[in-house]
Each structure stands twice: as structure tokens, then as C-alpha cells.
């Protein structure tokens, strides 16, 4: 049963452009979001993080939005840059436990 | 400290072969996990510590897995009789208990590859 969600196997987008990644998840319970960046052959690197009593979070170019009664998250990245080509992760943790669960991964290539 | 580091980085053993796999936290957080990785799949979560008590092992982890962290600083994740299935990338990752919401930081990551 994958209680995170992520729909979309890749996206491709122009630089400058926006990127939207989204992330569905099952669990009521959840109650802190995470997303991650991973480039090949190495961990993954926290970007960015929500937590279940605010609906937006901004970090520079990084946005997350929870939208709780659909049980959807998004990151969106605003101009996105060749930099950003990676896969990202989805992540969700509940309030009695400590383990991170994550959906598949989204891969996001930014073209010139 | 500049952040979580794992070692080795990678390791080809041969079936039925014992591996050790290092992890060393930022030095003030008191939580360590370890998860595995395997390809077009996200991390899945194997076990982890606050201090040198482990908290929460997952079915995942079966009896020839074992993990320590004996004083509560580095850990070690142990596979013994190693199964060509456990090829993976093992992950380990560190937090700061903060109550509700812990940012987990991840290592590079070990890549084990059983022949």
C-alpha cells in the first residue's frame, strides 16, 4: 500500500519556467511534509518542509503547498534553472512516528 | 561537521558474504535512521535511534539485519548472509528531536551490490 504518492514519473520544463511537482498521500495522519532533491549516486537533500497546520510554505525559488482535504502537496519552483534538473522526492511523517515515508520520485529535467 | 557521512561509499560482496555498513551523525542530533533504496523506488525506512536506544524497526528488517549505536554517537547496519535481493543503496540519515516535525538530513548513501 503506498501511502505517498507520486503520479508523475518525469517532467520536462524550460528554464525560467515553472515547475509544479505534485505528491498525493493516504494517511490521515501525516502531519509534516517534506520534500527532497536527489542527484545520482548520492542522498537525498532536504529542500524544503510543511507541517499540517499551515497551507503554504515559501523558501527563495521553493513553494509548497497542502492542500489537506484532498490529501495533495505541491512544490512548485519559480524560475526554474538547468540546476534544478534532478529527482524529487515526496515525504510524509505521522505525529507517532518518527520514520519518513516517501513516494516514488518525479524526475525534473530543465532544458535551455 | 558538515554533515552525515557513510562508509564505505560502495561495496561489491560476493552471496552468502557478512557486510558492516558506517554512519556518522551530525554531531548534535540525537536520532539516527537507516533506510534502503532500490532503483524507481523512494527510501523505505529499515529502523532508527534516539540515542543508543533503537526505537522502531521495520519488517524489513529481518533477522540478518542487525543495527547499533553504542553510545549513541556513530551506528552500524550489519547484513549477514548476504542475499543477492539486498542490493540496494542503504541510507542513513540524522534529526534533532524538536517534537512535532524533524527535518531528517541525509548521507551520500552505501551501495551494496551482492554478486
Known amino acids: 500500500d503506498q501511502q505517498v504518492k507520486q503520479n508523475s514519473p518525469s517532467l520536462s520544463v524550460q528554464e525560467g519556467r515553472i515547475s509544479i511537482l505534485n505528491c498525493d498521500y493516504t494517511n490521515s495522519m501525516f502531519d509534516y511534509f517534506l520534500w527532497y532533491k536527489k542527484y545520482p549516486a548520492e542522498g537525498p537533500t532536504f529542500l524544503i518542509s510543511i507541517s499540517s497546520i499551515k497551507d503554504k510554505n515559501e523558501d527563495g525559488r521553493f513553494t509548497v503547498f497542502l492542500n489537506k482535504s484532498a490529501k495533495h502537496l505541491s512544490l512548485h519552483i519559480v524560475p526554474s534553472q538547468p540546476g534544478d534538473s534532478a529527482v524529487y522526492f515526496c515525504?510524509?511523517?505521522?505525529?507517532?512516528?518518527?520514520?519518513?515515508?516517501f513516494g516514488t520520485g518525479t524526475r525534473l529535467q530543465v532544458f535551455p | 561537521d558538515t554533515g552525515v557521512s557513510q562508509n564505505p561509499r560502495h561495496k561489491i560482496t560476493k552471496r552468502g558474504q557478512n557486510v558492516t555498513f558506517r554512519c556518522d551523525p551530525i554531531?548534535?542530533?540525537?536520532?539516527l535512521y537507516w533506510y534502503r533504496q532500490t532503483l524507481g523506488q523512494g527510501p523505505e525506512f529499515l529502523t532508527y535511534?534516539?540515542?543508543?536506544?533503537?526505537?522502531?524497526k521495520s519488517r524489513l528488517l529481518s533477522d540478518r539485519f542487525s543495527a547499533e549505536r553504542p553510545k549513541g554517537s556513530f551506528s552500524t547496519l550489519e547484513i549477514q548472509r548476504t542475499e543477492q535481493g539486498d542490493s540496494a543503496m542503504y541510507l542513513c540519515a540524522s534529526s534533532l528531536e524538536e517534537g512535532q516535525g524533524e527535518t531528517q538530513y541525509f548521507g551520500p548513501g552505501t551501495r551494496l551490490l551482492v554478486l
Open positions: 554531531s548534535e542530533h540525537n536520532r
Open positions: 515525504a510524509a511523517s505521522a505525529y507517532n512516528t518518527d520514520k519518513l515515508i
Open positions: 535511534f534516539q540515542n543508543e536506544a533503537q526505537l522502531e
